[in-house]
């Protein structure tokens, strides 16, 4: 592009620089509210100049949306618009994007106060943290700016955050992570359960007298939370899919055709392979949730050239954040050298190949359970960093000398948590966990157990998975 087209680009996608009532013709302002959906998750609330943000999240889940009303509140808080830019970088070169920033500041250099530049996927423009980094050393403007850059790869987070070192004004949490909401959200936006307790607990916190009071608290909801678990597990929280639950009672086939564009045109892009290869990978993987993975078999199950081949492609899902990793625990790290599990981000990504295609079978309940049970401990002992939630080394599965599994352990967790999706008996899981650890919690479908007495507790996953929410 040259300087022309790049200023016109910066007019036409930054258009509350002319005009106030921009908001009312913002397509993702427009199309959040058209769903029936109170939901706001506010990952770049405390942003200031001269900050340094990098938010990361899969594609469809809101990254956009945030950055428009991110300039909403700026705006409200008095910033002065004319300094204050948004791009797409979808189809930039860094060239692109260096010149883009210069032809910013050639507009704005009359005025004062520092500039907001918010610069939508950026992790599409090859060699941005390098451009991100120069930008910062040599643009005095640019270096006490608040920039916002948003991707939906975590391709080169470890180049980027050596780049991006000692330029980010200061700012200690500046990687930020954008997720398909968690359950209690999902909860909010279903509606009816408004008088719940909002009291949230971690991990560790569990087995305490505090934790059984909390879930005392909830058990006259326990029915309510059971139900719409089950609705979680079916819908997942990509937040157009919770809104289309919502309005019409179900998922729109539109939505998933676009979460399956996702997966094939963006996150396995680099590998040629059909829409059945692809359909037969999710397929596969989907069946071996809470399995460790022998990529061997995947590749000869689905046609792949070899077990490298197959880990590629499982990188390349969980690089896009549509899929994370479970390492095997060995001296309270993850051990690299142990198969790992695998499990989807959301459960509608874990039911693409059964939604596009009924012939392949939908994932168990159970699986999908453990799935997000697992999300959910992640979740709470990562802060929302996407350096920990790639590299996955908080929460762990664990593999005794008797060759028995235990779901998920860790360091950060501190007790140990079994997934048995059941409304019977659960106790004979639950020896292995008591052999091990002498005490741990059993993630059930109903049946409740708690007390000082009791070295196992048995949670419902629903209400479980409220008390780690946010």
Same mark, same amino acid.
């Given at each position: 592009?040259?300087?022309?087209?790049?200023?016109?680009?910066?007019?036409?996608?930054?258009?509350?620089?002319?005009?106030?009532?921009?908001?009312?013709?913002?397509?993702?302002?427009?199309?959040?509210?058209?769903?029936?959906?109170?939901?706001?998750?506010e990952?770049?609330?405390?942003?200031?100049?001269?900050?340094?943000?990098?938010?990361?999240?899969?594609?469809?889940?809101?990254?956009?949306?945030?950055?428009?009303?991110?300039?909403?509140?700026?705006?409200?808080?008095?910033?002065?618009?004319k300094?204050?830019?948004?791009?797409?970088?979808?189809?930039?070169?860094?060239?692109?994007?260096?010149?883009?920033?210069?032809?910013?500041?050639?507009?704005?250099?009359?005025?004062?106060?520092?500039?907001?530049?918010?610069?939508d996927?950026?992790?599409?423009?090859?060699?941005?943290?390098?451009?991100?980094?120069?930008?910062?050393?040599?643009?005095?403007?640019?270096?006490?700016?608040?920039?916002?850059l948003t991707?939906?790869?975590?391709?080169?987070?470890?180049?980027?955050r050596?780049?991006?070192?000692?330029?980010?004004?200061?700012?200690?949490?500046?990687?930020?992570?954008?997720?398909?909401?968690?359950?209690?959200a999902?909860?909010?936006?279903?509606?009816?359960?408004?008088?719940l307790?909002?009291?949230?607990?971690?991990p560790?916190?569990?087995?305490?007298?505090?934790?059984?009071r909390?879930?005392?608290?909830?058990?006259?909801w326990?029915?309510?939370?059971?139900?719409?678990?089950e609705?979680?597990?079916?819908?997942?929280?990509?937040?157009?899919?919770?809104?289309?639950?919502?309005?019409?009672?179900?998922?729109?086939?539109?939505?998933?055709?676009?979460?399956?564009?996702?997966?094939?045109?963006?996150a396995?892009?680099?590998?040629?392979?059909?829409?059945?290869?692809?359909a037969?990978?999710?397929?596969?993987?989907?069946?071996?949730?809470?399995?460790?993975?022998?990529?061997?078999?995947?590749?000869?199950?689905?046609?792949l050239?070899?077990?490298?081949?197959?880990?590629?492609?499982?990188?390349?899902?969980i690089?896009?954040?549509?899929?994370?990793?479970?390492?095997?625990?060995?001296?309270?790290?993850?051990?690299?050298?142990?198969?790992?599990?695998?499990?989807?981000?959301?459960p509608?990504?874990?039911? *693409? $190949?059964?939604? #596009?295609?009924?012939?392949?079978? %939908? +994932?168990? @309940?159970?699986?999908? !359970?453990q799935?997000?049970i697992? *999300? $959910?401990?992640? #979740?709470?002992?990562?802060?929302? %960093? +996407?350096? @920990?939630?790639?590299? !996955?080394?908080?929460?762990?599965?664990?593999?005794?000398?008797?060759?028995?599994?235990?779901?998920?352990?860790g360091p950060?967790?501190?007790?140990?948590?079994?997934?048995?999706?059941?409304?019977?008996?659960?106790?004979?899981?639950?020896?292995?966990?008591?052999?091990?650890?002498?005490?741990?919690?059993?993630?059930?479908?109903?049946?409740?157990?708690?007390?000082?007495?009791?070295?196992?507790?048995?949670?419902?996953?629903?209400?479980?998975?409220?008390?780690?929410?946010?």
């Open positions: 592009m040259n300087d022309s087209q790049l200023r016109r680009l910066l007019a036409e996608r930054s258009p509350w620089r002319a005009r106030a009532d921009w908001e009312a013709d913002d397509p993702d302002l427009r199309a959040a509210g058209r769903l029936p959906l109170d939901y706001e998750p990952p770049l609330a405390d942003i200031h100049a001269p900050g340094l943000y990098v938010l990361r999240g899969p594609r469809r889940v809101g990254k956009s949306l945030e950055l428009k009303r991110t300039v909403s509140r700026l705006l409200a808080q008095g910033v002065d618009p300094t204050m830019f948004y791009c797409s970088c979808d189809g930039l070169s860094k060239q692109d994007l260096r010149r883009l920033v210069a032809q910013g500041h050639s507009v704005t250099r009359t005025l004062s106060g520092p500039r907001h530049w918010l610069l996927e950026v992790t599409a423009v090859s060699g941005w943290s390098q451009t991100i980094k120069e930008l910062r050393d040599q643009d005095t403007t640019f270096r006490e700016a608040c920039v916002v991707g939906s790869s975590a391709r080169d987070l470890e180049q980027a050596k780049d991006l070192a000692d330029r980010r004004g200061g700012v200690a949490d500046s990687d930020r992570l954008l997720l398909p909401m968690d359950f209690r999902f909860c909010r936006a279903l509606g009816g359960l408004d008088e307790p909002s009291q949230t607990v971690r560790k916190d569990l087995l305490t007298v505090g934790a059984e909390a879930i005392a608290a909830l058990e006259p326990s029915d309510a939370l059971a139900n719409a678990w609705l979680f597990l079916d819908v997942g929280g990509f937040p157009r899919a919770v809104g289309e639950l919502v309005g019409s009672g179900a998922v729109s086939d539109g939505f998933v055709q676009g979460l399956w564009d996702v997966v094939l045109g963006d396995i892009r680099a590998a040629p392979m059909s829409e059945a290869d692809v037969a990978l999710l397929d596969r993987l989907a069946l071996n949730l809470c399995s460790p993975i022998n990529a061997s078999r995947v590749a000869r199950d689905v046609g050239p070899g077990h490298q081949a197959a880990l590629n492609r499982i990188e390349d899902l690089r896009a954040f549509l899929a994370w990793r479970c390492h095997r625990i060995r001296d309270g790290r993850p051990n690299t050298a142990a198969q790992r599990k695998l499990y989807f981000v959301d509608l990504v874990a039911q *693409l $190949a059964h939604r #596009r295609d009924p012939r392949f079978p %939908a +994932p168990d @309940a159970a699986k999908l !359970t799935q997000q697992g *999300l $959910a401990l992640t #979740r709470a002992v990562s802060l929302h %960093a +996407p350096v @920990a939630f790639v590299q !996955t080394d908080r929460v762990m599965y664990e593999r005794t000398a008797t060759g028995a599994e235990i779901d998920f352990v950060d967790l501190e007790i140990p948590f079994e997934c048995k999706y059941t409304d019977g008996n659960w106790r004979k899981e639950a020896l292995t966990m008591k052999a091990r650890h002498g005490r741990g919690v059993m993630v059930t479908r109903s049946p409740l157990l708690t007390g000082a007495e009791e070295p196992i507790w048995a949670i419902p996953a629903g209400v479980l998975a409220w008390l780690l929410g946010q």
